[in-house]
């Protein structure tokens, strides 16, 4: 049993800023990409940001200068910075971790239950 719980959602104006985590908990097992995701109303989930464990990192273009993702292998954490955000960028938003089971070269994905974040004047 591994849990991805997300934290951080919540409704902000035009402009403002939103700070999301996103920490692992239950068995351990080793984690290679993390990344945000997001789902708007009437659309596909879509990558929002993406992390290596070597800390190399992947934006969306829509996002790029506005949002910055980063890790902390340790606390076995990924948080994603928002800032100057656009009513576009309502949606919920959905941690995801690839993983590898323990002993094994096994593959997963793990996700988050989501948190919503709201973009409103």
């Known amino acids: 049993q591994v849990d991805l719980v997300e934290s951080g959602g919540g409704l902000v104006r035009p402009g403002g800023s939103l700070r999301l985590s996103c920490a692992a908990s239950?068995?351990?097992?080793?984690?290679?990409?993390m990344g945000w995701y997001r789902q708007a109303p009437g659309k596909e989930r879509e990558l929002v940001a993406s992390?290596?464990?070597?800390?190399?990192?992947n934006y969306a273009d829509s996002v790029k200068g506005r949002f910055t993702i980063s890790r902390d292998n340790a606390n076995r954490a990924v948080y994603l910075q928002m800032n100057s955000l656009k009513p576009e960028d309502t949606a919920v938003y959905y941690c995801?971790?690839?993983?590898?089971?323990?002993?094994?070269?096994?593959?997963?994905?793990?996700w988050g239950q989501g948190t919503q974040v709201t973009v409103s004047s």
């Open positions: 239950g068995s351990i097992f080793s984690i290679n990409d």
């Open positions: 995801h971790a690839r993983t590898i089971v323990p002993y094994t070269t096994i593959l997963t994905d793990q």
């Open positions: 992390i290596t464990a070597g800390g190399d990192e």
